[in-house]
Nanobody, 115 residues
Framework: QVQLVESGGGLVQAGGSLRLSCAAS????????MGWYRQAPGKQREFVAT???????NYADSVKGRFTISTEYAKNTAYLQMNSLKPEDTAVYYC?????????WGQGTLVTVSS
């Protein structure tokens, strides 16, 4: 089974930017959706963004216009470019790869946005 490893999290000031990466151990093109989700302390995991293997993207209202999801199939990697970060974006960010027969999660990477 494909494994996902996130990286790129860290501490950033409000208004700053980070780019998260999700490296897969195998091809990601077979997955219908690659996505990013996040879980803030004491809250449920929530949807952030997805991209299909056809390139269609979808974003949570809270991140529209600030975050961009993309994939680089040659590197079997998905990205989440996060701009204009806010303290409320603080969370553990998880990468997800989904198909009709598989649902894979990474271990998460912590993003902390200071005010």
């Amino acid at each position: 089974q494909v494994q996902l490893v996130e990286s790129g999290g860290g501490l950033v000031q409000a208004g700053g930017s980070l780019r998260l990466s999700c490296a897969a151990s195998g091809t990601i093109f077979t997955f219908n959706h690659m996505g990013w989700y996040r879980q803030a302390p004491g809250k449920q995991r929530e949807f952030v963004a997805t991209i299909t293997n056809g390139g269609t993207t979808n974003y949570a209202d809270s991140v529209k216009g600030r975050f961009t999801i993309s994939t680089e199939y040659a590197k079997n990697t998905a990205y989440l470019q996060m701009n204009s970060l806010k303290p409320e974006d603080t969370a553990v960010y998880y990468c997800n790869a989904r198909s009709s027969f598989s649902d894979v999660w990474g271990q998460g990477t912590l993003v902390t946005v200071s005010s």
